[in-house]
């Protein structure tokens, strides 16, 4: 049954798929190599095949690959980061593709009670309300602080609906989005410590190798699970 799913991807998906590894791999040597010129050519390149494979395995679930389209769109918005301009509306890009992946979530689960949709909501909400107080404290600029906790809000709660869909019985192939996810936020953290506590050594090659894990193995889960 398992092996059925990979058979019933198309093999222009699979040949996509081996270029977004092996620009992948490409660019995490030229970021250890801190190359910049490089560096800022091939980023965008990785989700571009990536999105593109999903699209020919998955075309009618389109908030997977419009997920990762924004990510794509974060990628060339965040080259810019230490712009406040490109800061912010490269996180707004990955805050909305986190958004399309919950969304796919909750359609996974279907059927679910009305109280399901309740509870994200106000889960959402506390973080909300009660990390701003903490965030604020580290983040003198208040917009800035909202932003951020609203960012931590949306990734939190992409990963615990990875959770939470594999304990509903789709943990064959979710759980990629789980671990994905934990890849996910490992690199978040980093890429926030680089900015705002300590630049770090090799920031970029430990920030971009644990984020093209995850969007692989959360592009991986959610495929794999809407074949079957």
């Known amino acids: 049954m398992i092996f059925s799913h990979w058979s019933s991807i198309p093999l222009v998906s699979y040949i996509l ?60 918005l965040l080259l810019r980061q230490h712009k406040v301009f490109f800061l912010v509306t490269g996180t707004f890009s990955f805050f ?73 019985g789709h943990v064959d192939f979710l759980i990629l989005n789980a671990l994905g996810m934990t890849s996910f936020v490992f690199s978040d953290a980093f890429l926030v410590r680089n900015l705002f506590v300590k630049r770090q050594k090799k920031s970029h090659f430990v920030i971009m190798t644990s984020y093209l894990l995850a969007e692989a193995l959360v592009a991986a889960g959610f495929t794999l699970t809407l074949l079957a």
């Open 17 to 76: 798929f081996g270029i977004f590894v092996a620009v992948s791999l490409t660019h995490i040597v030229i970021c250890f190599l801190e190359k910049e010129k490089a560096r800022m050519i091939t980023k965008p390149m990785c989700l571009a095949f990536l999105s593109a494979a999903v699209i020919f395995a998955i075309p009618t679930h389109p908030l997977v690959y419009i997920g990762l389209l924004l990510s794509m769109l974060g990628d060339i």
């Open 96 to 168: 909305f593709a986190h958004a399309c992946f919950i969304a796919e979530y909750l359609i996974i689960c279907q059927p679910m009670p009305y109280y399901g949709y309740i509870a994200t909501a106000v889960a959402y909400i506390l973080i909300v309300l009660f990390g701003f107080r903490f965030l604020r404290k580290a983040i003198k600029t208040p917009a800035l602080a909202m932003g951020g906790i609203n960012y931590f809000a949306i990734i939190f709660m992409d990963f615990a609906w990875s959770i939470i869909a594999c304990i509903l």
